[in-house]
């Protein structure tokens, strides 16, 4: 039987910069393999090959996409063997800290023509400037939609019935944990579930939480404690010994927008825009926060105004992104020219650790 494939985000562009979860997967992961190459459509190849190897012989594999190409694969992580396969030259640089041990490297820097890159040279250095631009302009954008966005959030805070807030989260712990203490330690894991992309807002919640038996969809305005219900039901989970994923997506990379508990078959997630969902399925519930928030013609007024600002700027990030996600394609484009493919089949086997 063949194993199965979730996809998730591998980095997002937030309004606090380029963040991702790599750290965290490489700590717990029982083998790293660094792969260390310029920009090339090349590594998402491979590894999108080497994820089907171990798919046909059973394994269960996360894909990790690309923001600016989310067709392209950027790391995939081997479930069951624990194992992680990561570009770490681009988008982020990573290096590893433990080699002879449980990291590997597999440098790509030798398998180009140096006569094709010289000739090629103007014109990469051209798109990588104007990607570098592009990039810069993008990540400006989404830092000013943070702040207009968390002048948003101030307003609904302010109108929330709090208690009634509380009285939720102990009444969900009750629900889904009763008494139960499972005799053993959680497993935390951490994922980005979507990102601001070339085509806009995208997001994988539907494909990672299609297993779960129950999904509770929070709809809820911004500020009004979407986040903090879900980690206040991860910590509880991790106190009884449950395993849990957390993930997040959107503006802030230090909010949660899913947690899902595997032996529950339970999950939560943040269900209203950029990544709005409704009831789908049998097993799918409205939890409800925004009859919590106080009616305010004041409050409504403002937010207005707000929401209006805040769509300009993230419609501004996104123009932004497009223009650097083209910018990135060439120059991937130019580098994938001048590859020597003997040299990169030959350095493609040493890919999978037999």
């Given at each position: 039987?063949y ?7 591998g980095t ?31 590594l ?11 798919i ?9 996409m ?7 694969t950027?790391?995939i ?6 194992r992680l396969?990561?570009?770490?030259s681009?988008p ?6 433990n080699?002879g041990?449980?990291?590997?490297v597999i440098?790509f ?10 000739a090629q040279n103007k014109?990469i ?28 959030e ?9 208690q009634?807030h509380?009285?939720?989260i102990?009444s969900l ?14 497993e ?12 806009g807002?995208v997001?994988?919640i ?5 297993r ?9 305005l911004?500020?009004t404690g979407?986040s ?7 910590k509880?989970a991790?106190c009884?010994?449950f ?10 990379p230090?909010?949660?927008d899913?947690?899902?508990?595997p ?5 939560l997630f ?16 409205i ?6 928030c106080?009616d ?9 105004a ?10 501004d990030?996104t123009g ?10 060439q ?10 493919e003997a040299?990169f ?6 890919l999978?650790?037999?």
């Amino acid at each position: 039987m063949y194993g199965t494939i979730t996809k998730y985000m591998g980095t997002a562009y937030t309004g606090l910069g380029i963040a991702h979860k790599y750290e965290a997967l490489i700590a717990s992961a029982t083998e790293t393999v660094f792969l260390k190459c310029p920009p090339t459509t090349a590594l998402s190849t491979l590894l999108n090959d080497t994820a089907m190897h171990y798919i046909k012989r059973g394994y269960d594999v996360d894909k990790l996409m690309s923001p600016t190409q989310p067709d392209e694969t950027d790391a995939i992580f081997v479930k069951e063997l624990n194992r992680l396969y990561l570009q770490a030259s681009h988008p982020v640089a990573l290096e590893p800290t433990n080699l002879g041990g449980h990291h590997r490297v597999i440098s790509f820097y030798d398998i180009y023509d140096e006569h094709k890159l010289q000739a090629q040279n103007k014109d990469i250095t051209a798109y990588l400037s104007t990607a570098e631009e592009a990039l810069e302009k993008t990540l400006q954008s989404l830092a000013e939609a943070k702040k207009i966005h968390d002048e948003w959030e101030e307003i609904n805070i302010e109108r929330m019935i709090w208690q009634i807030h509380e009285e939720l989260i102990d009444s969900l712990k009750e629900e889904l944990f009763s008494t139960i203490v499972l005799n053993k330690q959680s497993e935390v894991s951490h994922r980005l579930v979507g990102s601001l992309t070339s085509g806009g807002a995208v997001d994988y919640i539907s494909t990672i939480t299609n297993r779960m038996g129950r999904r509770l969809l929070i709809k809820g305005l911004a500020g009004t404690g979407k986040s903090t219900i879900m980690r206040a039901l991860g910590k509880e989970a991790e106190c009884r010994g449950f395993d849990v994923l957390y993930g997040w997506c959107g503006l802030d990379p230090t909010g949660v927008d899913l947690v899902l508990f595997p032996e529950l078959s339970v999950c939560l997630f943040d269900a209203t825009k950029p990544h709005e969902y409704g009831i789908e399925r049998e097993g799918d519930e409205i939890v409800d926060l925004i009859e919590m928030c106080a009616d305010s013609e004041e409050a409504e007024r403002l937010i207005e105004a707000i929401e209006k600002v805040y769509r300009e700027k993230i419609l501004d990030a996104t123009g932004y992104m497009q223009a650097y996600a083209q910018a990135e394609k060439q120059v991937k484009i130019l580098m994938d020219g001048a590859i020597k493919e003997a040299v990169f089949e030959e350095k493609s086997k040493k890919l999978i650790n037999k």
